[in-house]
């Protein structure tokens, strides 16, 4: 039996189909993964993610370590609250895990991935010496995430009014504060909502005045599907150890300036750039099948200027057609996929599907 959040009876509770997903036993759905999805988009639906690791960073040089840490710029993070979406490289450049990290009252929290807790771990010990600093796993931690349209005003009627207050005043990639409560403005699904990280002793309460004002539970089937519409990269599929950032859409997440700024997997990265201002360095993209058919992980990308491969790929609730992002040669202008061995015309287009429930390219 794998691992269990503090909402595992909860889940069993809505009749949830459970899975084994990185050592955790987690809902896949419950009942319909379409209904899920598209409860995200149109209402609000609220999914567990308390498996993911919170690693808390405090000291002296928290700040020091995490700008040489990560290729993003945690002195991006000038107020309380602040976050920032960066991925942890390797010496070669390629991604260790992407995260969020979250400027704090005690310095700064870290939300990575569960598949990769363990090697993440053990990077961000490894690379401490020299640096004044502390690392605080906190799995006495749980995570709520709650998406969609009507999500900040369902959420809102379940807090205390100091808490609702503060919510509605959020701006996107911001959060505060509240006691041993954090909430914040950041998501994996293209929609508007927020994640809540509190004691696991209250989640099931949490959980239980949720759908009391009609939020309903959306298992991970339907969060990979908005997430995919969104555009958002899946570790361990769009990128990994063996991808530079600048090969999965990731550019935001690498800050060049300044220049003095030492960060790991920098030379790295500089040599990518020039690989990628030459053209030989392969893009993520978007791909869109309109026709009868779906796009798969794993399926051949055959381009004018080479092949690629499909990381990521389903059929897409709110399109009523398949998407997929691909990693294939730059600057190609069309290119088909092989869908059991019938090489099927597909359309390029950017790697963002779906926003606010609206379809966002031509």
Same mark, same amino acid.
């Given at each position: ?13 809505? $009749? ?12 896949? /759905?419950? &009942? ?8 995200? #988009? /149109? ?9 993911? =690791? ?41 991604? @260790? ?10 310095? %700064? ?7 990769? #807790? ?11 010496? &020299? ?10 931690? $749980? ?31 911001? &959060?505060? +504060? ?9 998501? %994996? ?43 958002? /990269?899946? %570790? ?11 090969? $999965? ?21 500089? +040599? ?31 381009? +004018? ?17 398949? @998407? ?8 190609? =202008? ?29």
């Amino acid at each position: 039996m794998g691992q269990q959040t503090s909402l595992y009876q909860k889940h069993l509770d809505c $009749a949830a189909k459970m899975v084994d997903f990185a050592g955790w036993e987690m809902p896949i /759905n419950y &009942g319909s993964q379409i209904e899920e999805h598209n409860q995200v #988009r /149109n209402h609000a639906g609220m999914f567990d993610v308390s498996h993911m =690791t919170v690693v808390d960073i405090s000291g002296a040089d928290a700040e020091a370590y995490l700008r040489y840490l990560l290729a993003n710029d945690v002195a991006k993070l000038d107020t309380m609250g602040r976050a920032l979406y960066s991925a942890m490289l390797n010496e070669k450049g390629g991604v @260790i895990d992407d995260l969020i990290v979250y400027r704090m009252s005690f310095g %700064y929290r870290l939300v990575v991935n569960c598949a990769t #807790r363990d090697k993440d771990l053990r990077w961000m010990t490894q690379c401490i010496s &020299g640096f004044s600093v502390s690392l605080a796993e906190r799995p006495h931690l $749980a995570i709520l995430a709650v998406h969609g349209p009507e999500s900040i005003d369902k959420v809102c009627a379940v807090l205390d009014q100091e808490q609702a207050t503060a919510v509605r005043g959020l701006t996107n990639f911001s &959060g505060f +504060e509240s006691g041993e409560w954090f909430i914040a403005r950041t998501g %994996y699904t293209g929609e508007k909502g927020l994640e809540l990280i509190f004691p696991n002793e209250q989640a099931t309460d949490l959980w239980d005045k949720l759908l009391a004002v009609g939020v309903k539970p959306v298992g991970l089937g339907a969060r990979d599907t908005l997430r995919l519409e969104a555009g958002m /990269n899946l %570790y361990g599929h769009d990128m990994d150890e063996t991808v530079s950032p600048l090969a $999965a859409n990731m550019q935001q997440t690498i800050a060049w300036e300044p220049e003095q700024r030492e960060f790991i997997g920098r030379e790295a990265l500089l +040599e990518h750039r020039l690989e990628q201002q030459a053209g030989a360095m392969p893009i993520l993209t978007g791909l869109v099948l309109e026709q009868r058919g779906v796009l798969r992980e794993g399926q051949k990308v055959v381009c +004018e200027k080479g092949e690629g491969i499909i990381t990521s790929g389903s059929f897409s609730p709110t399109l009523k057609h398949s @998407i997929a992002l691909a990693r294939i040669p730059d600057n190609c =202008t069309s290119c088909q996929v092989d869908i059991r061995g019938t090489l099927t015309p597909v359309r390029i287009v950017k790697p963002n599907f779906v926003r606010f429930g609206k379809k966002v390219f031509d």
